[in-house]
């Protein structure tokens, strides 16, 4: 029943920001934990970040210190920011629920490139 739609991807240097955007629909989004995951070319999808109902969050080490995940329940919105993007960052960022996870959306592309 719950549809997301990422937004906010686009290409960046090296050491650059972006700030991705997740809009969810269902009555009770609320009440799921919400992650952002990533997917590279030939590699697994992979949970990166990741928010509870009442706001805790924890990240995968290799984004740790340099991404945020936050939530507006009252939008129905998940956002993920990034900052110091390396190249190893490009990826399709899709957002979920992280326990009896959704259909997926699209995803939005990150590329990190010079």
């Known amino acids: 029943q719950v549809q997301f739609v990422e937004s906010g991807g686009g290409l960046v240097q090296p050491g650059g920001s972006l700030r991705l955007s997740c809009a969810a629909s269902?009555?009770?989004?609320?009440?799921?934990?919400m992650g952002w995951y990533r997917q590279a070319p030939g590699k697994q999808r992979e949970l990166v970040a990741r928010?509870?109902?009442?706001?805790?969050?924890n990240y995968a080490d290799s984004v740790k210190g340099r991404f945020t995940i936050s939530r507006d329940n009252a939008k129905k919105m998940v956002y993920l920011q990034m900052n110091s993007l390396k190249p190893e960052d490009t990826a399709v960022y899709y957002c979920?629920?992280?326990?009896?996870?959704?259909?997926w959306g699209q995803g939005t592309q990150v590329t990190v490139s010079s």
């Open positions: 979920n629920k992280v326990t009896f996870r959704d259909s």
């Open positions: 928010i509870t109902s009442d706001g805790s969050t």
């Open positions: 269902g009555s009770i989004f609320s009440i799921y934990a």
